[in-house]
């Protein structure tokens, strides 16, 4: 059982380049969620979603966006780096009758 | 937004001491659920403790164990016969059911074992 798996693990990226954090959970959880965590700070909530085909703002959306066509499956795509987006980011999954919150390893962006 | 307050940046403990680290919330909601998690040096958030608010009772886990004051809205974190592997960043966080579950997350304390 994998639990909360994304790719990569780490990554530099250029002003203005784009790219997708693949975030994949075999746990059958419908609920889904992408935090950013930056240097001495807490999680912060990106974006959401309660199941495939559904998707919604936290706190943090602006620079980001979302897909869910599968119960599985949850990318995080960024469209234009900016240094701002330098930080290392979670996906997490969980179960709507259980709230745990499983977290993947994380990614670690830098962009310059 | 709820709001969750972590106070203590850093604190240090020896080995076998127990430790108490704070947290506050703030909210209007009368059910919800708090967490605590542990985060070691290989950045993988681990579950520590959970409570659910309509509960009195104060939940324990091995050596981890919580004092939740509803009313003054605290929820700390007491971690007895400290370990080394106790050694990580330790998040306090807010969920309010039924909201696509949405966690609201503390700065963060960094605790250090001291052998």
């Known amino acids: 059982n994998a639990g909360v798996t994304q790719t990569p693990k780490f990554r530099i990226l250029k002003i203005g380049q784009s790219m997708t954090l693949q975030c994949t959970q075999d746990?059958?959880?419908?609920?889904m969620y992408w935090y950013r965590q930056d240097p001495g700070m807490g999680l912060k909530l990106i974006y959401y979603?309660?199941?495939?085909?559904?998707?919604d703002k936290g706190e943090v959306p602006n620079g980001y966006n979302v897909s869910r066509s599968t119960t599985e499956d949850f990318p995080l795509r960024l469209e234009l780096a900016a240094p701002s987006q330098t930080s290392v980011y979670f996906c997490?999954?969980?179960?709507?009758?259980?709230?745990?919150?499983?977290f993947g390893p994380g990614t670690r962006l830098t962009v310059l | 937004a709820q709001t969750v307050t972590q106070s203590q940046p850093e604190m240090s403990v020896q080995e076998a001491e127990t430790v108490t680290l704070s947290c506050t919330y703030d909210?209007?909601?009368?059910?919800?659920?708090l967490f605590w998690y542990k985060q070691p040096p290989s950045r993988q958030m681990i579950l520590v403790i959970r409570?659910?608010?309509?509960?009195?009772q104060n939940a324990t886990e091995n050596r981890f164990s919580v004092n939740f004051q509803k009313a003054a809205k605290s929820f700390s974190l007491k971690i007895s016969d400290s370990q080394l592997g106790d050694t990580a960043m330790y998040f306090c966080?807010?969920?309010?059911?039924?909201?696509?579950?949405?966690?609201?997350f503390g700065t963060g304390t960094s605790l250090t074992v001291i052998p």
């Open positions: 997490a999954s969980s179960s709507s009758s259980y709230n745990e919150q499983f």
């Open positions: 746990m059958n959880h419908n609920y």
């Open positions: 979603s309660v199941g495939a085909g559904i998707t």
């Open positions: 909210t209007s909601e009368n059910n919800y659920y």
């Open positions: 409570q659910e608010a309509y509960k009195q």
């Open positions: 966080a807010f969920m309010k059911p039924n909201t696509g579950n949405q966690f609201y």
